[in-house]
Each structure stands twice: as structure tokens, then as C-alpha cells.
Nanobody, 117 residues
């Protein structure tokens, strides 16, 4: 069983920045480094969407909506991934979740990001 805990969300104004963190614990032990990881976001009434992912080798990919504004990274010692978000827009408001890219782990509670205009 893997537990995922996201943190770092909050309320920011348009153009602001946030850094999200996600820590994996439980049965993942020393195998976290082998997984491709990802950040997802969800707004009420909509499906969860992939925002960014990072391979086990550290290669990032981004959705078109966040490319150039978000940066995903990982720390395999801490079993963590991060999402640095810059130049935030109101449409970035959502609950942000992390998971391994194939979403085979149970979802955490997520962290709320709200961008005011």
C-alpha cells in the first residue's frame, strides 16, 4: 500500500507562484525511483487531467496549458515530487494530485490551488 500526501497549495493572485510537494510512503520503500510520476488536477464536474509527468530518469513533460509556466521535479531520496508553478492563472485553480503515471496507487487528498483574478 502506497500513501501519497500532497501539500503546498493555497490562494494566490493572478501571476503568482506556488510550489507543490508530494511525498510517497508505505510499501514503496526504495522502489520509488523506478516509477514515472505525475501531477494531475481536477475541478468540480470535470475529469482529472494530467498536468505534468516526469520519468524515472528525470525527463519532464507538460500539458500544453502549463508548458513554460510549470516545472516538475523529483527527489528519489525523499520519495517526493514537486511542481513549481509560475505566472498562475485563474484557470489553474483546481485540486492538485500526484500519482505514479499509470495511476495505480490510491489517490491522496490533494492540495487546493486557488488563483484569484
Amino acid at each position: 500500500q502506497v500513501q501519497l500526501v500532497e501539500s503546498g497549495g493555497g490562494l494566490v493572485q493572478r501571476g503568482g507562484s506556488l510550489r507543490l510537494s508530494c511525498v510517497a510512503s508505505g510499501s514503496i520503500a526504495s522502489s520509488f525511483k523506478f516509477y514515472d510520476m505525475a501531477w494531475y488536477r481536477q475541478t468540480p464536474g470535470k475529469q482529472r487531467e494530467l498536468v505534468a509527468d516526469i520519468t524515472n530518469g528525470g525527463i519532464p513533460q507538460y500539458s500544453d496549458s502549463v508548458k513554460g509556466r510549470f516545472r516538475i521535479s523529483r527527489d528519489n531520496i525523499e520519495n517526493a515530487i514537486y511542481l513549481e508553478m509560475y505566472n498562475l492563472k485563474p484557470e489553474d485553480s483546481a485540486v492538485y494530485y500526484c500519482n505514479e503515471k499509470l495511476t495505480r496507487w490510491s489517490w491522496g487528498q490533494g492540495t487546493q490551488v486557488t488563483v484569484s483574478s
